[in-house]
């Protein structure tokens, strides 16, 4: 088996005029690649959050007595702190440069998601409304135009437990099923699998975020292509909530 990762190129700098559908549909045709039955487009979220005009000006935000005692807590900014909180659910975890909460959306990561990197100065991104939404929007225009079936995950940045380094997460898809059930099917002994579930749409994301990089690539999209079992996990009406844990079987909270 062999899969493709494909960097889009010469995707421009985006604001709340963009079409990201439309950006996307030309970096395809000007790179020569076209859309085949089964690729898998992933966007990083701040592409998503810029066209979406989602923004927080930080110098706005007026911390509160909580943001203030976390940021003495977690050696942050108090207006980046706020953010923090507005965006939140619940906070999980604080300590030394680190606050982890739950977000509006329900993924469990650091700052809410908020990212500073790749925008204006004294600016931030939070995570896009809806980022099942944008995917669903976006992979609804590509396969009108190319005629193919296809899949959209929306990609983040994100730790995790007890491991240094952050990796790419799928925050949002559309078309594929993002969590892969194998349980009863057989392994290389004949034995039958009884709890194997495979994260997919967070293993696509991963390999995305070899060519996405995390500094000036400027590779905000990627085209995988040749994984051989999108038929088998193909689903439009798909979205990233059977990835998400309830919270009480999170034993890394309870």
Request: aromatic residues 6%; glycine residues 8%.
């Amino acid at each position: 088996m062999r899969i493709e990762l494909i960097g889009l190129e010469n995707i421009p700098i985006v604001d709340k005029s963009s079409n990201i559908s439309q950006i996307i549909k030309d970096a395809i045709i000007n790179q020569g690649c076209n859309l085949e039955h089964g690729d898998i487009i992933l966007i990083a979220e701040t592409l998503i959050s810029k066209a979406e005009d989602n923004f927080i000006v930080l110098d706005e935000l007026n911390p509160s007595d909580e943001a203030i005692g976390l940021a003495e807590k977690s050696k942050k900014d108090p207006k980046l702190v706020q953010a923090i909180l507005d965006e939140s659910a619940e906070v999980v975890r604080v300590g030394p440069k680190f606050i982890i909460t739950e977000t509006k959306h329900g993924f469990v990561c650091a700052n809410a998601g908020i990212d500073e990197s790749n925008v204006g100065e004294g600016l931030a991104t939070p995570m896009p409304v809806n980022a099942d939404k944008s995917a669903f929007e976006i992979r609804e225009f590509l396969e009108s135009e190319f005629g193919e079936e296809i899949a959209v995950i929306i990609t983040d940045t994100q730790g995790r437990a007890f491991r240094f380094g952050a990796i790419g997460t799928a925050i949002g898809c559309s078309g594929i099923t993002p969590l892969w059930k194998r349980v009863g099917e057989k392994d290389l002994y004949g034995r039958e699998l009884e709890t194997t579930e495979i994260a997919t749409a967070d293993e696509l994301s991963a390999a995305a975020s070899l060519i996405m990089g995390q500094a000036d690539e400027g590779l905000p999209v990627v085209l995988i292509r040749g994984f051989n079992n999108f038929d088998d996990l193909r689903n439009t009406e798909s979205d990233i909530s059977s990835l998400l844990m309830p919270k009480e079987f999170d034993v890394f909270r309870n």
